[in-house]
């Protein structure tokens, strides 16, 4: 175990800690159910607090997404312990009314984490899908620019800087129809830096042109 989760581990334990001293000391180890029952509901609650980081989808803006469910775990456990705290100092000698209180309280949680995760999963999908849609246009782009910076040749340059142009103003969202031509573009780029520009040939780049543009039609038709 690595030092840094080892302290996160002792930070996070340090409530449990504190907690079940006070509990114990104060009270001892003699209480009647409804105690227990906001014990253990406490205990419930601060371990959902634990797991939040867990919950959320992974992706490049899960923090976005998953701020309100950290917020509403927060909020939950806040809620609870404060809740359960009453019921421990009260100790009811009925349980109906901690467990419809506190049960309550846990379910309405339970249904505002769900929706958001739910809708947490949509977010990512989407996110993950436009990414991966947008590489092609950055992944060409980016190489087409550095091509262009390494040639002398001023018809080459200017031959890259077309290319650059017309896949730099693609449509992002891509298609399962145009994946071979994406495919044989990024292979042609791949040849034009194998060949380091040392020729004054410009078919290879005429052909990246010419599916890049073929590619663009393609999308544009189906987007009709």
């Known amino acids: 175990m690595d030092r840094k989760r080892l302290m996160w581990y002792l930070l996070d334990s340090i409530f449990i800690i504190v907690f079940n001293l006070f509990f114990f000391l104060l009270g001892g180890a003699q ?17 959902l607090f634990l797991t939040t980081p867990y919950l959320i989808a992974k992706g490049s ?13 927060v909020a939950y456990f806040f809620v ?4 359960g705290l009453v019921f421990i100092f009260v100790a009811p000698q009925s349980m109906t009314a901690p467990i419809l209180v506190q049960i ?3 379910a309405v949680f339970a249904v505002f ?5 739910i809708a947490n999963e949509h977010t990512a999908e989407s996110v993950k899908r436009h990414e991966k849609e947008s590489e092609y246009v950055k992944q060409c782009c980016l190489k087409l620019k550095l091509l262009s910076g390494k040639t002398s040749n001023s018809q080459v340059s200017k031959k890259i800087d077309k290319a650059f142009d017309i896949i730099n103003t ?3 969202k891509s298609d399962a129809s145009v994946a ?13 830096e194998s060949k ?29």
């Not at 803006?61 to 775990?73: I, N, W």
């Not at 609870?80 to 809740?83: D, G, K, N, Q, V």
């Not at 292979?187 to 034009?192: A, F, N």
């Not at 020729?199 to 039609?217: C, G, P």
């Open 31 to 47: 209480h009647c159910a409804s105690v227990w029952f906001s014990y253990v509901m406490i205990h419930i609650a601060y371990g």
């Open 61 to 73: 803006s899960s923090t976005d997404y998953g701020r309100p469910v950290f917020v509403g775990t």
């Open 80 to 83: 609870e312990f404060l809740t």
């Open 104 to 106: 309550t309280i846990l």
């Open 113 to 117: 984490v769900l929706a958001n995760l």
């Open 170 to 172: 693609s449509p992002l």
């Open 180 to 192: 071979n031509i994406e495919q044989s573009i990024f292979d042609k780029i791949s040849e034009l």
């Open 196 to 224: 380091m520009l040392d020729t004054n040939d410009l078919s290879l780049i005429d052909e990246i042109i010419k599916m890049a543009n073929a590619r663009n039609s393609s999308l544009q038709t189906i987007n009709k």
